[in-house]
């Protein structure tokens, strides 16, 4: 028999500012991931973003929701696999059909890695929770939130020639970008907490 998820440890406010960390965490682990792939002579790949993102969001994730519910690191290792699934394929394709911005390359892989780390994941919530399904939903909506306000960073580029303006802006955005991530997958996350499955 399962045990029943302890909703009252999950608070909104701690998901978003652990997300956050995480978003921060991300940083340092894609530069990294980076360096070590740059020591291996793999200096052009792409996969240090999402195996860097996908590893730090989902490690401080995993944490939270182990006081609520029975997960394994089962949540953790999908958010690496699957952020990473779409940069690999993204490496492959600069490999054989030529370079590929990672401009414009960027949201279409985090929109595609965002739906397989929710699809995957939506498994381990779906035994506990209803509305587990809208997870996928959220994470998709959450993370293309978060990378359209690190791309207002190209937006603004041009906007001043002040190089302290535009690095606070660059800055402030960048840290928009973490908090949008955990308040909207927070938010969805609250009401799935709180439509747990009724022991029959």
């Known amino acids: 028999m399962k045990t029943a998820p302890d909703h009252q440890h999950f608070s909104i406010t701690k998901w978003t500012l652990a997300t956050f960390g995480g978003w921060m965490a991300g940083v340092f682990l894609i530069l990294f991931f980076a360096s070590l792939f740059g020591a291996l002579g793999i200096e ?10 996908g590893t730090a969001i989902g490690l401080v994730q995993w944490i939270i929701l182990r006081k609520i519910f029975v997960v394994d690191y089962r949540w953790l290792l999908y958010s690496a696999l699957g952020f990473s699934i779409p940069f690999l394929l993204l490496d492959l394709a600069n490999l054989f ?13 985090v929109a595609v890695g965002s739906l397989i780390v929710g699809t995957l994941q939506f498994t381990l919530l779906k035994p506990y929770f209803v509305q587990a399904k809208r997870w996928i939903l959220a994470g998709f909506i959450a993370w293309m939130a978060a990378i359209f306000i690190f791309k207002l960073i190209d937006f603004f580029r041009n906007l001043s020639t002040d190089t302290k303006l535009m690095l606070a802006i660059n800055l402030s955005l960048i840290l928009l970008s973490g908090l949008a991530l955990g308040l909207i997958s927070g938010r969805f996350l609250d009401f799935i907490i709180k439509n747990e499955k009724q022991e029959q």
């Open 44 to 53: 052009t790949s792409q996969l240090p973003l999402g195996l860097g993102m």
């Open 97 to 109: 059909f030529g370079s590929i911005s990672i401009a414009y390359a960027l949201p279409v892989c």
